[in-house]
């Protein structure tokens, strides 16, 4: 079995950039089937463009654009890509790095795909940082990094501790369709729970608010969207059920910190 080390993977590096246990890489996937590997490190990909199908010993992953896996250490799996243009962002992270910062990589086992927008947000300015490059960027990366593995370990728990069913059902609806302006009343009717329970609760399964959680859904959306040049900003604005351009504008500079416009130019 192939056994690939640090900031190789199989396809064309577009950019790789070194930290202190941190190695990120841009990465277009060139080939139709890369045959069951593993890598030295743990790390994180992340679909920026197209799609690929991955699998390991216990499952297949189809990933589209905007979709997060996290891999452990010497995880074997394998990749088939359609045909198509696909790009993807990877996060590698050497023992000593989750040791200096007390994370027990231990605790995740195997493959796993991450679905809380949150952490997809933390990835797209991660990567937005290896694009401005500056002198703050390393510190910036390295603080993005701690809180999508806070996360990470955070989602973990929540599914050690068995997320409660309508939990699970509440993620499945608001995920369904981005468009659909959801009530609070249709909600809790779907759900067949109380108002006040909902509202109490959410946040501990999902670590922000629903209204937040929501916004994030809508943006990660976008982001995915925006590099399809053939969408103007409004119309991704619209496909991701923003009312209108200036609140998905507005939404965008609050969690990336410049705009879209800025963004799709740099990226």
Known sequence: ?????????????????????????????????????????????????????????????????????????????????????????????????????????????????????????????????????????????????????????????NQKSKMPEWAHKVRQILNDDLTKNHSLEDLVKELSIHPVHLSRHFSKYFHCSLGEYIRKLKLTKAISLMKNHQYSLTEVAYESGFSDQSHFCRTFKQNIGITPFYYRKLI
């Open 1 to 157: 079995m192939n056994h690939l080390t640090t900031g190789q993977f199989h396809g064309q590096t577009n950019q790789i950039l070194h930290l202190p246990g941190i190695t990120l890489t841009d990465t277009e996937y060139t080939q139709p089937k890369v045959d069951w590997h593993y890598h030295e490190n743990a790390y994180f990909t992340f679909i920026l463009e197209g799609s690929v199908l991955e699998g390991n010993k216990k499952e297949v992953y189809n990933c589209e654009a905007g979709d997060l896996l996290f891999h452990n250490w010497q995880d074997p799996h394998y990749n088939i890509k359609p045909d198509g243009f696909t790009r993807g962002f990877q996060i590698e992270l050497n023992n000593d790095w989750f040791d200096k910062f007390g994370f027990e990589s231990s605790r995740i086992q195997g493959s796993m795909k991450i679905d809380h927008p949150t952490s997809k947000l933390l990835l797209y300015n991660i990567f937005k940082e290896t694009k401005i490059k500056d002198e703050s960027s390393p510190l910036a990366i390295e603080s993005l990094l701690i809180q999508t593995l806070s996360q990470l370990f955070s989602n973990v728990d």
